[in-house]
């Protein structure tokens, strides 16, 4: 019930937020199997940035299911609910002024979009993290393709469970050709102007 619950206006706004920063903040969403290098390459470019001297935070699915969404498993209901929190929180962080990098299978269109009208289309940046199942199990070093081959995990991704690949990704980086510094280039000239202040 939320006829109770009112929106309450911050007193330093968002645009005041990114003007102290000196850049844009966005949510960039890392989509992709398991093992093809979302989390690595978000903790990459995140390198970068902050060098750079951005605001960032990466939010990545293993972290987030340890402390917010430790209380759901990964039924189809409980999957939605986890990546319709990690939008709500990509949320207001961007509304802070931070530039947030979050790497999450979300295997699902419907999820996807439904971040996407979380944080508003225009916030949003999308990588798909592409790279061939097969090389992704040769990755394997959490030991799940594993596991889910052996019947010991179901639904799994990829082995079990579908992946919607996205067809409308603002950036396409097929791991399994490029390196990770190359990815890093690529990122970073596909952001220079989306992160560049108005005027600036």
């Known amino acids: 019930m939320t006829e109770n619950v009112f929106y309450q206006a911050p007193s330093v706004t968002r645009t005041a937020r990114e003007r102290l920063n000196g850049h844009r903040a966005i949510v960039i969403w890392f989509t992709g199997?398991?093992?093809?290098?979302?989390?690595?390459?978000?903790?990459?470019?995140?390198?970068?940035?902050?060098?750079?001297?951005?605001?960032?935070?990466?939010l990545d699915g293993d972290n987030v299911r340890q402390g917010l969404c430790s209380d759901l498993g990964f039924s189809a209901k409980d999957r939605h609910e986890n990546l319709r929190r990690v939008g709500e929180m990509a949320r207001m962080t961007?509304?802070?002024?931070?530039?947030?990098?979050?790497?999450?299978?979300?295997p699902f269109e419907e999820d996807r979009a439904r971040v996407r009208d979380i944080v508003g289309p225009e916030n949003l940046f999308e990588i798909y993290v592409r790279c061939p199942l097969a090389v992704c199990e040769t990755r394997d070093v959490k030991g799940l393709y594993r596991k889910a081959r052996q019947g010991e995990i179901s639904h799994f991704t990829g082995v079990s469970a579908p992946y919607e690949e996205p067809t409308s990704a603002h950036l396409v980086l097929d791991t399994s050709v490029l390196s990770a510094s190359e990815c890093v280039g690529r990122m970073l000239e596909s952001l220079q102007s989306r992160l560049a202040l108005p005027g600036g």
């Open 94 to 106: 961007m509304e802070a002024g931070v530039i947030t990098l979050a790497a999450f299978i979300s």
């Open 33 to 58: 199997l398991s093992g093809a290098g979302k989390t690595t390459l978000a903790n990459a470019l995140e390198a970068e940035l902050h060098r750079q001297g951005r605001r960032t935070l990466v």
